[in-house]
């Protein structure tokens, strides 16, 4: 007989949200139990694209260098490309993932990290390890079925281990939904989602050696726009799962039929058709359908019930937002639960999750839906049928003008997919402005807001609200380098100030000698902890030298002052508190 277990936190889930939640709580040493009602980890590849901020997040939690060496790395997912067949006719492509020659230098500078692609099957299973190393308690082939709040504020969730089909109660202050985009968390909780259900995607598994394809032409997936089988819609794409031998083909019913049940025979006869090289041996590792979403929960936790990840986002591949959004939504709880369990922190402070992390996701969420658009215009404007291909491929080639706006027209469409191949801003430019976590000083201006709905430009700032900018910086006298991100998170506060500001740093430790919260404090200048050799903290500091940038755990600036003050004592344990939801 399984025993009911008590327990902080529990979390429904162990894909990226909740894995990762559970590797940040461990981290915390906050005692989690996760489950999940799958067997294990992820057995299909799913979401891939690894951005600069949720790599980020796992450098964090001391785990990038686990991650990084597996992934495909940023120069292995240079291209999006076009085609007739993989060996055949090539409609054109761009430069994707940072790759763009004009646009590298954003993405170096961006992030201590790069982008890169990795799998959920193969990422899934190290977070899980690690987190488990950690001492959180993941619980496989357990499945959630209700919860109840109990009078002294504890939820009280039944669940059901469905090998032996027993079921129990764990007891938790908190209970997180990170379970998904069909959330039985979100469900019980009556919070409604807008938007709708969209499509259901057909993909196949398949291994075959695709090397001499994508050697030439490195790519995170290509499109093959073929519609010489009226069965099958003419458009699907191969999307590389390990280079060059795995790969995912998204292929759908012409008809759009959802329930189309193709035989094994069918499914090799059009990967021929796409792959358009007979001498390439396949070999079908499965297939799946995935139902994609435009969709976002209209809150996200409700009493001691907090919900992130595609419980309460979904949307389509497109931007490869999915995961990554996911990972970050953890890292914005994680310190949150466990500064309100150790006694730091008002339980007040988990209600700012709605106000920052929701317009996150509707960003995103819109993002990923407008993108799609793009992709169904090039789908139209090719032709759908082979009479309508046989046109649009003729006149590529007129030496008509006819011939020649058709070529605008395609190149102009192809570049419309800028905003997802290239958009830096859309990953870096989360921002929690309207968060109670906030603080803006009177009469602190923050940067041009306008910016923020550009898709591809990061907006770099210390405004309240934004995410700490990544700066190299060095210790005097010695060459290695180190990010400001490095010096932040990792479970604590920092404040960062220059020459002039010791009195934030004495405040900072102050704080600190008490036992309880940390908040460290780096001077950076000439003769301080670190020498901001390349000047840059200086262009994005955005305070005067001897003024402070206080960060929270999650590496978002919750404060900032100007310049020091004879009383940075009780002003900064002011901002804490009020932070911290204690005033
Ligand atoms: P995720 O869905 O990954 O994990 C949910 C977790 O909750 C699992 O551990 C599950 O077992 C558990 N759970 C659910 N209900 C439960 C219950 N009642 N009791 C207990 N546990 C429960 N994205 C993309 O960008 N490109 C892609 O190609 C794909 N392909 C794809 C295929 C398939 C089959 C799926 C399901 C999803 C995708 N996605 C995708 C979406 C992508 O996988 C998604 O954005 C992230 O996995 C979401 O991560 P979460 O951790 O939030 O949920």
Redesign the pocket.
Known sequence: EIQDVEVPVLV?????????LALLLGRYGIPVVA????RG??N??????FNQRAMEVLRDAGVEHLVKPIASTKDEIAHVAWLHTLAGEEYGRVYAWGNKPDRIGEYLTASPCEMSDLP?SVL?PILVKEARQLGADIR?S????SHKSRSDGRVVTR?RDRVTSEEYNIISQYLVG????????LASLDIPIDGKQLDD?F?VYIRADLSRYFDIRPASMVWILNPDAPDWSSHGSI?MVRPWNEF?V?MHNAKGNLNFEPKDEDILTRLRQLIGDDSIEIELLGH???TINDQVARTWQKDNVLC????VH????IN????N??IS?AFNIAWKLAFVLKGWADPSILESLTAERKPVGDGVVRRANDGMLVHRRLWAFMGSTEAERTVVSQALRSATPEGARIRTKLRSIMEGTDDEFNSLGIQMNQTYLNSPLTVIETGDKPPDLQGLNVMKKQIIATFPGFHLPHVWLVKDGQSERISTLDLAGHGDFVAFTGIGGQGWIDAANKITSEGKITVKAYGIGRGLDYLDAYWDWEKVRGVEEDGVVLVRPDHFVCWRCSQSCPNTSEKLREVMRRILGQS
């Open positions: 429904v889930g162990a894909g990226p949200s909740g894995a990762t489950i999940s009602r799958h980890t992820a299909t590849p799913r979401a891939h694209i959920q899934e496989f357990t499945e959630f079925l669940v990170a379970d998904g985009a069909r959330s039985a968390v995607a993909n999307r995912i998204s799946f359908r995935w992130i990840g595609d419980a979904r949307h389509p591949p490869g937002l999915g995961s959004t996911c939504d």
